[in-house]
């Protein structure tokens, strides 16, 4: 499936992009994550935290305008066609 991802603030520095249309077979949000910390070296340990449950530090993940924090986390689905947004809370997200 086809998902576009668009990123904020440094993350957009560090990728090197600010919007990215992925091609991926991850079921969740999470595994989204983690497949673009490994695309992008420079994200790593930035989206998710160090034990894979849930999002990094101040970091906000939206998909479709929500915050996955209040869908189901990680665990939140991933459709075709998705957006989801990386956004640093300091750049206009809440960390919630």
């Known amino acids: 499936m086809e998902v576009e991802c668009r990123l904020f603030g440094p993350f957009r520095e560090d990728a090197g992009v600010e919007r990215a249309v992925h091609e991926t077979d991850a079921d969740?949000?999470?595994?989204?994550?983690?497949?673009?910390?490994?695309a992008y070296p420079s994200l790593s340990g930035r989206l998710v935290d160090e034990h894979g449950e849930t999002v990094a530090g101040s970091t906000v993940?939206?998909?479709?305008k929500k915050d996955v924090r209040h869908l189901d986390g990680l665990h939140t689905p991933l459709d075709d066609g998705d957006v989801i947004r990386l956004v640093p809370?300091?750049?206009?997200?809440e960390n919630r």
């Open 28 to 38: 969740s949000v999470g595994d989204l994550l983690w497949e673009l910390e490994r």
């Open 61 to 64: 993940v939206t998909k479709a």
């Open 89 to 93: 809370s300091v750049y206009g997200g």
